[in-house]
């Protein structure tokens, strides 16, 4: 049955189906059909280069997290060690300087025998520990 629409005359569902409204030997039909053939191979191998390039991604991705991890892992051992020597730092630090105020009464301590003993005459001193022993 045909069909006329806007003055042409179309042909009938199942002949149009078939033959997609050209001839089966028609060569601009095979010229267009291997075109789309070849787009679609095209389209196929891009389609499975992306894909390996995703999976190729996803795994240096794995790879770059567990490297992440791991340094991360490495830093927080670091920064406890860091701690740990801040502390003993602040532990010598501190022993020193008492050890420095022991120098210096020392060095007070032989400051005032020289002055008591070296400086002063020999009666001087008698005189003192006599006096005291009194």
Known sequence: MDISVNGRKERNEVTKGLTNGHAINDQSYKQLNERLE???????????????TIIEQRQEIKRLKA???????????????LNQTTQHTEGHRQLINKLLNDIAHF??????????YERRSIWGVLKEKLTKKK
Do not use: C, F, H, M
Not at 107 to 116: A, F, L, V
């Open 38 to 52: 070849q787009i679609a191979r095209y389209l196929e191998q891009e389609l499975t280069g992306k894909q390996q």
């Open 67 to 81: 490297e992440i991890n791991r340094k991360t892992s490495v830093i927080s051992e670091l920064e406890g060690q």
């Open 107 to 116: 060095q007070n301590d032989i400051d005032w025998y020289k002055r008591t």
